[in-house]
């Protein structure tokens, strides 16, 4: 199988410090390592003796695309011409001057209070790394931009609304043809299959050296109830039955299709109002997981990196590689855990309660996180990352109103 050619990057940056240069050096090496980008960088590439202007120069003409790391001295350089980044950035004015829109060059901010980029680079949009807990985030937003693999697609215009057969129509033909009568109640509701868990402790947490020291410390949780865990993520059948009965929005399937797949681009609240719709139609209490009791149900028993081992295994997780699906499949697609459940290692992150907090070393019962916060703790890994991401103890946070391809929810009920 003959793979297509890695695009080539050029890097342009100052060295302002020898943390930040280390900091560039860090950033090169994950986007050749981890994004599958040829980067010519003067760091690997200058050699001894070579012209420094000249290497410059042929590097910013001949690659595919420029990444400009933007702080505020690499701005303030670039708009007073002065030194090495005044002379790159003369190379890229001639070359904008020749096609304005060009998208080419993509600037990166960080140490960069007010945001600023050169002024030759006119209102173009940038990649914000200005924060080093979304550096994972921000490193695929650029990878994709560079291999001009955006997340989102524009989304189809709808049918009209007001021809023969609406859109409620079409999503009642689809589930009724999928689930059939007999598992439909009121609304085409689809009545979630649940596993149940039985009450225990376990380690939550690890210890083990990755890029997130979030997970540390390791303590010990008890849960002290039996649960009952949705045995999949909620699917658009599920969701879209809940659409048509209130008149939200239907979120996007990005084209994948929608039925059997796990629902996305839902925030924290529409999880909630889903969670409370389906609670007063079924009458019993539906409710997102806690953060301990998600991570309880995930590693089903065992206390491994993922819940059958210390090692990555496609045959158990949908996670990103250069061969795979760059989208969801359809839940139930990988082997379950030891306790039945499916999809709890990659193909879509999950919302779950916590605010997202640092850990404490004690012994916790029933622990909910912190009473307050900025973002709500999400778990699991998706169909875009990559495995250590997808591992039983790995945390990750996001808004509560974000919405994103990777992210969808599953409930509980106790």
């Known amino acids: 199988m003959i793979q297509p050619k890695s695009p080539q990057v050029f890097v342009s940056y100052s060295w302002d410090s020898q943390p930040h240069k280390e900091w560039v050096i860090k950033l090169v090496d994950d986007l050749i390592t981890k994004q599958g980008v040829d980067v010519i960088f003067d760091q690997y590439d200058l050699g001894i003796g070579e012209s420094i202007t000249h290497f410059m120069k042929r590097s910013i003409l001949d690659v595919d695309r420029v990444i400009l790391v933007c702080t505020e001295r690499y701005t303030e350089k670039a708009d007073k011409n002065v030194g090495g980044v005044g002379f790159e950035e003369s190379i890229i004015a001639t070359d904008i001057l020749g096609d304005s829109n060009t998208d080419k060059f993509i600037p990166i901010v960080r140490n960069n209070t007010g945001r600023r980029i050169p002024a030759t680079l006119g209102t173009r949009l940038y990649i914000d790394f200005t924060k080093d807990n979304e550096y994972d985030y921000r490193l695929e937003d650029l990878g994709r931009a560079i291999h001009k693999a955006p997340k989102k697609k ?33 609304h085409n509701l689809i009545v979630p299959k649940m596993i149940k868990i039985s009450a225990g402790s376990f380690l939550m947490g690890s210890n083990i050296k990755h890029d997130n020291d979030k997970e540390r410390p390791v303590h010990k949780v008890i849960i002290s109830r039996e649960l009952k865990f949705m045995k999949y993520p909620v699917t658009f059948d599920e969701y879209d039955a809940f659409v048509k009965a209130t008149g ?136 875009l990352s990559y495995p250590k991401y997808t591992r039983s103890a790995r945390r990750a946070s996001w808004l509560p109103d974000k919405k994103a391809s990777t992210l969808g929810f599953r409930l509980v009920q106790s």
């Not at 719709?277 to 590693?299: F, H, K, N």
């Not at 850990?359 to 709500?376: C, F, L, M, V, W």
């Open 154 to 186: 524009k989304p189809n215009i709808t049918k009209n609304p007001y021809a023969k057969v609406s859109i409620e129509d079409t999503i009642t033909n689809e589930i009724t043809k999928r689930h059939g009568n007999k598992e439909i109640c009121k």
């Open 248 to 383: 939200r929005e239907l979120p996007d399937d990005e084209e994948w299709t929608r039925g059997n797949r796990p629902v996305i681009n839902v925030s924290f609240h529409d999880a909630q109002a889903f969670a409370k719709w389906i609670s007063a139609q079924i009458g019993e209490v539906y409710r997102l997981p806690t953060e301990a009791e998600w991570e309880y149900a995930c590693r089903a028993g065992t206390q491994t990196e993922y819940s059958w081992g210390d090692k990555p295994n496609k045959k158990k997780a949908h996670y990103y590689t250069w061969l795979s699906k760059m989208k969801t499949l359809p839940v139930g697609s990988r082997a379950p855990n030891l306790w039945g459940l499916y999809d709890m290692h990659g193909n879509v992150y999950e919302w779950v309660q916590d605010w997202y907090g640092p850990y404490s070393a004690k012994e916790q019962i029933d622990p909910t996180g912190p009473n307050n916060g900025q973002d709500r703790s999400v778990r699991g890994g998706s169909w």
